[in-house]
């Protein structure tokens, strides 16, 4: 199942920040607590969401949170609430809530709708091209996402980045990064095909033109091949 028009034309809502300013800022840069957010405590969390991308033509807030709510996940962050609250006394039960739903629920659901923005930005320019939504072990083994063809051909792969992810520079996520970039040139030498990273800013592709540039440039060759 690839990105399809309908898809593309609907207009999905993302998740506010119920929270304020303030206590967010405060648990976010909390590092002590990220290890409750990570895949072994709650779970790959982009790749049950693109499961449930998947499974449904009726994509919503509410599904997905009916698709990762199962019993043994509910449970598991009740647990993680039961921790925080003990930890952090000095704030409001109902703000730790919020926190954990958002940091779980919303920024996984609004970090996919933005990928769907992008594609949808991509499609838009480039109508003749076909993007498909890659399977989860392509994307974990290749670093690959989506995958565009024309006349159902191969013609590039790619992996989509808050730009945030461009400025990483902690030796862990220099290692992560080193690791991607084996991934990226192991996907090339498989498929034969270029690997683009795209980048997106405030919901939105970043360094537009070149981006399309850099797509022109890669169907002016696959046109001469």
Not at 58 to 63: A, D, T, V, W
Not at 72 to 87: A, G
Not at 136 to 148: E, G, K, P, V
Request: with cysteine.
């Amino acid at each position: 199942m690839g990105f399809s028009t309908e898809s593309l034309q609907t207009v999905y809502i993302m998740y506010r920040n119920p929270l304020s300013e303030k206590v967010y800022s405060k648990l976010n840069k909390n590092r002590s607590i990220n290890r409750f957010f990570n895949q072994k405590s709650v779970g790959k969390c982009m790749e049950l969401i693109n499961d449930y991308y998947h499974s449904t033509k009726n994509f919503c807030k509410l599904g997905w949170e009916n698709y990762y709510l199962t019993e043994e996940r509910t449970k598991r962050l009740n647990e993680i609430y039961l921790i925080l609250r003990e930890k952090h006394q000095d704030i409001l039960a109902v703000d730790l809530s919020d926190f954990i739903f958002l940091r779980v629920i919303a920024q996984t659901y609004n970090g996919f709708l933005t990928e769907l923005n992008i594609i949808k930005i991509l499609q838009e320019n480039f109508p003749k091209l076909y993007f498909e939504r890659t399977t989860n072990d392509l994307d974990a083994n290749y670093f690959t996402d989506f995958q565009t063809y024309t006349n159902s051909k191969l013609v590039f792969g790619g992996q989509i980045k808050p730009i945030s992810y461009k400025y990483m520079s902690t030796p862990y996520q220099l290692k992560q990064k080193k690791n991607h970039q084996i991934q990226k040139e192991a996907y090339i030498k498989l498929f034969k095909v270029p690997h683009m990273l795209l980048y997106y800013d405030n919901n939105d592709l970043y360094d537009k033109q070149k981006v399309f540039n850099k797509i022109n440039i890669i169907l002016t060759f696959k046109n001469k091949q």
